[in-house]
């Protein structure tokens, strides 16, 4: 299997400009993860999803970030308007099936730059 | 409330030594998971290990091993004969039970080997 994709690897947007990001989980996997990783705040899980459906976004930092799961091989994490607080690493894992502890398989993360 | 805690910062060791990497965790579930994940320069995230809170069994994978006590609530990671490639940034997680999917990480230990 080829792992757990992310598009794009890197983007620098402007301040208030929309960002997407992308995520192909790994076949099979029916949950999705989407972590944030900056170096003042360390790993932040932002929300996940168990058979596409959200479970969890509490940690989703306010109303200008929203995520999707359209269906099970795809995702997307997006904020709007971008603030130059968002600049972080941006990781998307999944699991086989995660409430009986299988690990995550990350990918290998979007760099987000927002000036 | 979850706690993981990594007291060790930065560890630098030189190659062919032995170095210990501590993990103290805080739950209040009797079912959980602990994991261990290296995060090398490169970036990406790479699960390691997996032990459930029923199996206290130590582990040795080559050159790695992992020693959990419940008793002091520690998930202890040793590399044997460090080799530079060990490099990395090692995180410790949990997850519990009656909601595997929210997984708290440690801050991480950055491990540098030298030549």
């Known amino acids: 299997d080829a792992g757990v994709i992310q598009s794009p690897r890197h983007e620098v947007t402007e301040m208030g400009q929309e960002v997407t990001l992308r995520c192909k989980p790994i076949s099979g996997h029916n949950s999705l993860f989407w972590y944030r990783q900056t170096m003042m705040r360390g790993l932040e899980l932002l929300i996940y999803?168990?058979?596409?459906?959200?479970?969890?976004d509490s940690g989703m930092p306010e109303d200008r970030f929203s995520a999707k799961m359209p269906n099970a091989s795809f995702s997307t994490l997006k904020i709007q308007p971008s603030e130059p607080r968002d600049s972080a690493v941006y990781f998307c894992?999944?699991?086989?099936?995660?409430?009986?502890?299988?690990?995550?398989?990350f990918g290998n993360g979007t760099r987000l730059t927002v000036t | 409330a979850q706690k993981v805690t990594q007291a060790q910062t930065e560890i630098s060791v030189v190659e062919k030594e032995d170095v210990t990497l501590d993990c103290v965790y805080e739950t209040r579930d009797t079912t959980y998971y602990l994991f261990w994940y290296k995060q090398p320069p490169s970036g990406e995230l790479v699960f390691l290990i997996r032990?459930?809170?029923?199996?206290?069994q130590n582990e040795i994978s080559g050159r790695y091993s992992w020693n959990f006590q419940k008793s002091t609530s520690s998930f202890n990671f040793t590399i044997t004969a460090s080799q530079v490639v060990d490099s990395a940034v090692y995180f410790c997680?949990?997850?519990?039970?009656?909601?595997?999917?929210?997984?708290?990480f440690g801050d991480g230990t950055t491990l540098t080997v030298k030549p």
């Open positions: 997680a949990l997850s519990e039970g009656l909601n595997a999917g929210k997984s708290t």
């Open positions: 894992a999944s699991s086989m099936d995660f409430q009986r502890g299988s690990p995550l398989h």
């Open positions: 999803f168990n058979n596409n459906v959200p479970i969890d």
């Open positions: 032990r459930n809170s029923f199996d206290e």
